[in-house]
């Protein structure tokens, strides 16, 4: 255990973002809500909050009870995804268009298929560019979470999924998982985010 390590905020005309996605895997759905900020990402989903430093490039389960951040992704779990993913291989990338209107944005479509014995794949993504997303942590935090999910299509810093789909087919049993944007919008400062910086660190 120890205190927190985390350097002061970036200044308040930094930019920051509310960002919302519906997820659905199955008849399950979930909506994930995520504050970005330049150092920090913030995410709720489902009742359970979780912050990632993108100094560190580090990601804490946060317990508000206990006023205290518990880290994620021991170096074991992350080497068990990689071997996984080196048996997998890299996925097979197309880009299927570009300037093409979904939900508001006009976006590049991807195709991505990966095929292996034990797995097969596909996702098809809309993803668009917004700029000011570049100066924030939410691409830091996005390879952290690709290093597990090697079916995610290739993003720049700017980028942002509007829509996609994946189908992952494993011995006759399919799973398919939509993601929908639901709100972007610009933010100022989160008094959560605040809180949760000065929470104390633990394993």
Do not use: K
Not at 92 to 100: D, E, Q, T, Y
């Amino acid at each position: 255990m120890g205190a927190s390590v985390f350097p002061p905020q970036a200044p308040p005309d930094a930019a920051a973002f509310m960002i919302r996605h519906r997820v659905a895997i199955g008849v399950s759905v979930v909506v994930q809500t995520q504050y970005v900020a330049a150092g920090h990402v913030l995410t709720e989903a489902s009742g359970q909050w979780t912050l990632f430093d993108g100094v560190t490039r580090t990601r804490y389960l946060v317990d508000r009870a206990a006023r205290v951040l518990r880290r994620l992704d021991p170096p074991e779990v992350l080497a068990q995804v990689r071997a996984l993913r080196a048996t997998l291989g890299e996925p097979h990338v197309s880009l299927a268009g570009s300037g093409i209107p979904m939900r508001g944005h006009l976006c590049r479509r991807y195709i991505l298929h990966v095929t292996h014995p034990r797995l097969s794949a596909s996702t098809d993504a809309y993803v668009t560019t917004v700029p000011a997303l570049a100066g924030t942590a939410l691409h830091a935090a996005r390879l952290l979470s690709q290093e597990a999910l090697p079916f995610s299509p290739p993003l720049d810093p700017a980028d942002l999924v509007v829509q996609s789909s994946i189908v992952l087919l494993q011995q006759q049993r399919e799973v398919r998982q939509t993601v929908t944007l639901e709100a972007l919008e610009a933010a100022s400062a989160n008094a959560l985010l605040d809180e949760c910086l000065a929470f104390r660190i633990t394993i």
